[in-house]
């Protein structure tokens, strides 16, 4: 209504945008068949897949390593600690493993020894800690019974 007291037509809105969210079979691709490798059709729309270990990607679960190729791997580590690429790919082909398997593996080992070396570091500190701190405490003593 103007404020001239004339009334204007009624002009309804157009539907919404988001009552396609109250509607669960709403199709913005209709006749558009649409595959997303995360996704599955539950017949009333795309929901995220359910299955174990998928996290949004197609890849093949991956596989345990044998005895043989933990040795195999360990005695090229303490060869050299560093991966360079031609040495992931002969490996990667003696042992039939991926190259990334092989150097996730390898920056996993590296954490693991720089862990033991820190566990290592502690312990040495703490026994000379113990140590000093005995010593301290007879020395307290002995100055206490001097007094």
């Known amino acids: 209504m103007d404020w001239t007291g004339s009334l204007r037509p009624f002009v309804p809105r157009p539907e919404p945008s ?3 969210l109250y509607n669960y079979n709403y199709d913005p691709y209709l006749g558009m068949e649409v ?3 995360g996704m599955v059709d539950s017949g009333h729309g795309l929901l995220p897949a359910m299955e174990k ?3 949004g990607s197609c890849q093949e679960k991956k ?3 044998t005895s043989d190729q933990l040795d195999s791997l360990e005695r090229s580590f303490q060869e050299e600690k560093k991966l360079d690429p031609d ?3 002969k490996l990667s082909e003696e042992l039939g493993l991926p190259p990334r398997q092989i150097a996730v593996w390898f920056q996993n080992r590296r954490a693991r020894r720089k862990n033991k070396q820190l566990e290592h570091q502690y312990a040495v500190l703490k026994q000379e800690y113990d140590a000093i701190s005995t010593e ?3 020395l307290q003593e002995e100055v206490s019974l001097t007094l």
């Open 136 to 138: 301290k405490l007879k």
């Open 35 to 37: 595959k997303h490798p």
């Open 87 to 89: 040495r992931k790919i």
């Open 53 to 55: 270990n998928n996290f």
């Open 18 to 20: 988001l009552n396609f």
């Open 63 to 65: 596989k345990r390593l």
